[in-house]
């Protein structure tokens, strides 16, 4: 009898730590809200603020700028990165409109002003950019043979698996991409001196258990070989959340000819690189689009 108490106990406690351990991943799966520190009033822009529906019952904010008087422009649908939100992807918005793209703006789930969810995930990310590309879709303004995804971080590795089974993402635009989820799990591992033996394999197993799908599944560098649109990717030279071998790597995945990587000064911040991609965006979108930019028209931003 008194061993079979102690292997109760002993049950009980371990469903009691895995429960532990499972709240506590939850946590670290919920990014940091961050309000919006500007809009695109702000930048002289008429936006239409949006709500679109997703998974579980949830809805999105996004920011969508068409291009005036334009009739089947293409677009653009920007996505920022964890713990980011829409506002600050608007450094893209005013040379992308000027250039002739109506252009969205996104919250993902748990970011900005879209409702919260127990977690979010890279695949999540994904669901959420499906969401505004199938509101794109429906817009008389927007031509949906002509859709582009731009994201950053979390949200490019997200527009990756997104274009593998979508086949109206004509483009896909990469800022600081990074090559495997696991070895940035493994990274912060090390960061909070968690040890990978026993309890980081623990911990990233579980992390894949939560989410619902295994990070080689889901890696970047893994959805780039089944991606069959052109692939823009930038990379800041002074980047220190992902390494710059990542867009190498990344590269390298790609089929020959599909990918263009380009290296910019700065870091992984995208809001203040814009300058430093823009010209090499916009000459990528012309020729994986197949149309001429247009010239910025006054007074287009009112």
Same mark, same amino acid.
């Not at 079979?4 to 009691?16: R, T």
């Not at 199938?134 to 303004?141: A, G, H, I, K, S």
């Given at each position: 009898?008194?061993? &079979? ?7 009980? %406690? #371990? =469903?009691?730590?895995?429960? *532990?351990?499972?709240? $506590?991943? /939850? ?110 879709? &429906? ?7 002509? %859709? #582009? =995804?731009?994201?950053?971080? *979390?949200?490019?590795? $997200?527009? /990756? ?119 090499? %965006? ?21």
């Amino acid at each position: 009898m008194v061993i &079979w108490l102690f292997l109760l106990a002993g049950v009980a %406690l #371990v =469903v009691v730590l895995r429960q *532990v351990v499972h709240r $506590a991943i /939850l946590r670290s799966l919920r990014a940091p809200r961050v309000a919006h520190l500007r809009t695109p009033a702000d930048l002289g822009f008429q936006a239409h603020a949006l709500r679109l529906p997703v998974a579980h019952g949830k809805s999105l904010f996004a920011w969508f700028v068409p291009v005036p008087g334009a009739r089947q422009a293409p677009a653009v649908l920007l996505m920022h990165g964890w713990g980011a939100n829409a506002s600050l992807m608007l450094p893209a918005l005013a040379p992308l409109h000027a250039a002739g793209y109506s252009v969205m703006l996104l919250d993902a789930r748990c970011h900005g002003n879209s409702d919260d969810e127990a977690f979010t995930s890279l695949p999540r990310f994904a669901q959420d950019i499906e969401a505004g590309l199938d509101w794109l879709r &429906w817009q008389p303004e927007v031509d949906d043979q002509r %859709l #582009v =995804v731009l994201g950053h971080s *979390v949200g490019a590795g $997200a527009a /990756l698996l997104c274009a593998t089974h979508r086949q109206d993402v004509k483009a896909v635009v990469c800022l600081g991409a990074f090559a495997h989820p696991q070895e940035v799990m493994r990274r912060w591992l090390a960061e909070v001196h968690l040890p990978y033996l026993v309890i980081g394999w623990y911990l990233l197993r579980h992390v894949q258990h939560v989410i619902g799908a295994r990070f080689d599944e889901i890696a970047p560098i893994h959805s780039m070989a089944r991606v069959h649109c052109p692939v823009l990717l930038v990379h800041g030279s002074e980047d220190e959340v992902v390494p710059v071998g990542d867009a190498q790597r990344l590269q390298a995945a790609g089929r020959p000819g599909q990918v263009t990587w380009i290296e910019i000064p700065g870091g992984h911040d995208p809001s203040e690189a814009a300058p430093a991609y823009v010209p090499q %965006l916009i000459h990528f979108l012309q020729q994986a689009l197949a149309t001429p930019a247009r010239q910025p028209v006054a007074g287009a931003a009112n």
